[in-house]
């Protein structure tokens, strides 16, 4: 709403002309009294001037004390022009705070209300949170229950002893008056009985729902009537527009925001009256507001002359209605509504919370002694816990972070692999020196010449690319007699070179692998110290959310939870409240519609405050005035609701 007071409060500073300035009036420097006054006057302008401070709103006090520069300067003599302007425009200024103030109070009892809708939706949405809060409210009903029949006895036997009149025997009025008094008690109890609990077991929990209900549609009305006087206020109130009116009506042009201001604050103060009565619906308020505006007869919108206005309407009888909204309406309002949303509303903590107390304070002697009994197992289980925790840390935390550093920093002893780094090279030197004793040792049969050197350096070579053609054909000679080649030739000694072999391709495999895993090592260091940070994380945020109290009522549970609800429901909530406008009228919003809408944005705003990013915040500031612009229709608000659902659904949804 500051944003909107800064708004008006510009407007009504275009309307004032250079002429107007205290400076340029002639009896300014001559009359002593008169310039004290203006400079009065011109110090409690500047004081409510929104460009002081243009975030912040003044308080009562202040405009009380603002006011009271008119008020006490109050007397037979009539004022200057230039006081006459200055009075006015302090008038204008004090207005425009305290429309500001009414706003942010409206808003202020608006929202919870929601939040205990929500409340009493859950409560009554499952029969375990029924029957739960039926017994946190069953104290409250016991003695609402034992008040009654209090009253109810008090009532009867005092009809009965007028009834019955002076008896002589003293002792048998007295026996007759205790047998009476019991059993107009019993019939009393009974009575109330089978009218709040019933002749079925489930009559209370049935009753507690009707209760429940029947809270929800209250909190329901004054959540319609707040938003509605919201609307009204924000159509109706201080509309002000500086561009309108031509030089041929300059006068009346003038004095236009002064009309204004004299309809603006009894509509203020019929707003503020009325809102609290729940009784009545939207359209029944409305009525009620407009019609007390067209009974005071104070007001006459016909007459916008200066000559006219000023016998009529004095910057005093003003000050003394600003005066009246600020030291009566609005702490009445704030008071009433308290009281309606704690009739109302979400039970206190001490109701929703006695059981859980009671029962920790009833068993509080006995959880001691239990203590005092197992304390050494105690003792032992608190050791074993810190112990496991630490181990925790030391063994999924600690030493996987080491090895992901070691890892970036090519440590050697890092290094992941499942085989020795000269296995390869042995086994393939001894594959080598067999295939080659081998061939040495069975030269070819048609030439029985030994090897030179050319020749053991071709098998060589030809054994580093696997071909071992010398040793298998030995094999395939060899086997065509098994039993003479195992006894006298050389079957078993090429089977066992053709197992080195095999042991060779096997750990070139294994290389292959290696290798692999060695160009990953650093996803691997990751994935083994994900599953600890994981953990950390959960008990951090779980931590965090467990001691962390709600500031104030409107939290509603902790304020995590009321960010997943703003993220998930308010754009929904705006687009269904958009689509289901039933104004007619170039489908522009109703005062209850509108006053419901600026509701769900601020709640919109507040959660972007929170969530969406500095540097993107201004642009969703923009879009947020589209979407509570009326000027546009209800077609621009709803591609205005679009486009920041998809637009910032990352960040609200």
Not at 538 to 560: C, E, N
Request: hydrophobic residues 40%; glycine residues 6%.
């Amino acid at each position: 709403s500051s944003s909107q007071v800064r708004t008006i409060d510009e407007q009504l500073d275009r309307f004032q002309s250079p002429a107007e300035d205290p400076s340029a009036d002639d009896g300014f420097a001559i009359e002593t009294e008169s310039q004290f006054r203006v400079l009065k006057l011109t110090q409690a302008i500047k004081s409510l001037s929104m460009a002081a401070s243009p975030h912040k709103l003044r308080s009562t006090n202040a405009l009380w004390a603002a006011l009271q520069t008119i008020l006490s300067g109050e007397s037979s003599t009539v004022p200057s022009p230039t006081e006459q302007e200055l009075e006015w425009l302090l008038i204008g200024k004090a207005t425009i705070q305290l429309y500001g103030l009414v706003i942010n109070a409206l808003l202020e009892r608006t929202l919870p209300l929601g939040h205990d809708i929500w409340y009493w939706d859950s409560v009554l949405g499952s029969k375990f949170n029924t029957g739960l809060s039926a017994i946190q409210s069953s104290p409250q009903y016991l003695w609402q229950i034992s008040k009654d029949v209090y009253h109810d006895v008090r009532q009867q036997s005092r009809n009965s002893y007028q009834s019955a009149g002076n008896e002589s025997d003293v002792l048998d009025t007295i026996s007759r008056r205790w047998s009476k008094f019991y059993q107009i008690l019993r019939k009393s109890v009974r009575r109330r009985s089978l009218t709040i609990w019933g002749s079925k077991p489930i009559a209370p929990l049935m009753r507690f729902r009707a209760d429940a209900r029947a809270k929800q549609n209250y909190i329901k009305r004054a959540r319609e009537m707040s938003a509605c006087g919201i609307g009204i206020l924000m159509d109706e109130c201080l509309t002000l527009d500086p561009n309108k009116g031509n030089e041929s009506s300059i006068n009346d042009h003038e004095n236009e925001w002064k009309v204004v201001i004299i309809k603006s604050i009894p509509l203020i103060d019929a707003v503020l009256r009325n809102v609290t009565a729940i009784d009545q619906d939207a359209g029944n308020f409305e009525d009620t507001v407009f019609a007390n505006l067209e009974d005071d007869s104070d007001i006459d919108t016909s007459q916008k002359g200066s000559a006219d206005i000023e016998p009529m309407r004095r910057p005093v009888v003003l000050a003394n209605q600003l005066e009246g909204i600020l030291r009566e309406s609005l702490p009445t309002y704030k008071a009433v509504s308290i009281s309606q949303a704690a009739q109302y509303g979400r039970p206190s903590m001490f109701v929703r919370y006695w059981l859980p107390v009671s029962i920790m304070i009833l068993s509080a002697s006995t959880t001691f002694r239990f203590a005092v009994r197992h304390k050494a197992q105690i003792q032992t289980w608190i050791s074993d816990l810190g112990t496991t925790m630490l181990d925790f840390w030391t063994n999924w935390v600690l030493e996987p972070s080491k090895k992901v550093i070691a890892t970036i920093r090519h440590d050697e002893d890092s290094e992941i692999a499942i085989m020795s780094r000269k296995s390869l090279e042995g086994d393939r030197a001894s594959l080598e020196r067999m295939v080659i004793d081998f061939a040495m040792d069975n030269p070819d049969p048609a030439t029985g010449q030994t090897l030179n050197e050319m020749e053991l350096s071709s098998i060589r070579a030809k054994v580093k690319e696997g071909d071992l053609t010398s040793v298998l054909k030995a094999y395939e000679k060899d086997i065509r007699r098994p039993l003479i080649g195992t006894l006298g030739g050389n079957l078993i000694r090429a089977l066992l070179i053709q197992v080195q072999k095999t042991k060779v391709d096997i750990e070139v495999a294994v290389g292959g692998i290696d290798s692999l895993l060695k160009s990953q090592e650093l996803v691997f260091g990751f994935v083994g110290l994900t599953p600890g940070i994981l953990v950390c994380v959960a008990i951090g945020r779980w931590l965090k959310s467990a001691f962390r109290a709600p500031t104030d009522r409107t939290d509603f549970g902790a304020q995590s939870r009321m960010l997943r609800v703003l993220r998930s429901a308010t754009p929904h909530k705006i687009d269904r409240l958009l689509s289901a406008s039933s104004s007619s009228n170039n489908r522009l919003l109703t005062y209850k519609e509108h006053g419901l809408l600026l509701c769900e944005v601020y709640e919109l705003r507040q959660c972007g405050q929170r969530m969406i990013p500095n540097e993107l915040y201004p642009d969703f500031l923009e879009e947020v005035n589209d979407l509570v612009d009326l000027r546009v229709g209800v077609e621009r608000q709803l591609r205005a609701a679009n486009r920041i659902r998809w637009a910032y659904k990352k960040w609200l949804l």
